[in-house]
């Protein structure tokens, strides 16, 4: 079974400095897809960036990255120049790739707060 | 704009009662939405894989007479909450992707609360 591991339950950063999120994950699968969401007070799921297994390139969406390191099953997001609105829940999920629909796995969250 | 539309958004109802809660894809066919529940600072814990036209699949320790998904049309799916309870109020939050390769979208979610 998949798993997603979070092991930072709580982050916090100064606004405009950067910081990076921790998401391990277990799969016996060789192509899938990594996602990170954010999750703010409203508690709508927002999808941040998303990594397909195959391609190395690290995915990048503005200020927020990932570094995906395949071999070792590790997928950070890094966030640059925070702001206040980033404060939020932070989940990484998986999700296998298949024909039909696949269900996805999310880690435990990361509560990701920003000071002014 | 939602891709996903879930309602109501929020539900107070008596113990006993039974909730249904809807979850629309707007603009695409979803042949699979997925509900989930999540507790106060906790993450998503998926209950059910709503499946258009056939019978849902539902993760273990999920009760099927509890929580009744139909997916009767390829836009809506509903969760019904038969004879709730307090320990049943959560937030409860729907997705559908538009097709195998497109990441999931989530509707804004329903908190539930029985009192």
């Known amino acids: 079974a998949q798993t997603v591991t979070q092991s930072q339950p709580e982050m916090s950063v100064q606004e405009a400095e950067t910081v990076t999120l921790s998401c391990t994950y277990d799969t016996s699968e060789s192509d899938y897809y990594l996602f990170w969401y954010k999750q703010p007070p409203s508690r709508q799921m927002i999808l941040v960036i998303r990594?397909?297994?195959?391609?190395?390139q690290n995915a990048t969406e503005n200020r927020f990255s990932v570094n995906f390191q395949k071999a070792a099953k590790s997928f950070s997001l890094k966030i640059s120049d925070s702001q206040l609105g980033d404060a939020a829940m932070y989940f990484c999920a998986y999700r296998v790739k298949e024909t039909s629909g696949s269900r996805l796995t999310f880690g435990e969250g990361t509560q990701l707060t920003v000071n002014p | 704009g939602a891709v996903v539309s879930q309602h109501p958004s929020r539900v107070i109802c008596k113990s006993g009662t039974s909730v249904k809660i809807e979850c629309r894809s707007l603009?695409?066919?979803?042949?699979?939405m997925f509900w989930y529940r999540q507790f106060p600072k906790q993450s998503l814990m998926l209950m059910a894989t709503s499946n258009e036209g056939s019978k849902a699949t539902y993760e273990q320790g999920v009760e099927k007479d509890k929580f009744l998904i139909n997916h009767a049309s390829l836009t809506l799916s509903t969760l019904t909450v038969t004879s709730a309870h307090p320990e049943d109020s959560s937030f409860y939050i729907c997705?559908?992707?538009?097709?195998?390769?497109?990441?999931?979208?989530f509707g804004d979610g329903t908190r539930l609360s029985i009192l």
């Open positions: 997705s559908a992707a538009y097709g195998p390769s497109k990441p999931q979208h």
């Open positions: 990594q397909e297994a195959y391609k190395q």
């Open positions: 603009d695409f066919q979803a042949t699979t």
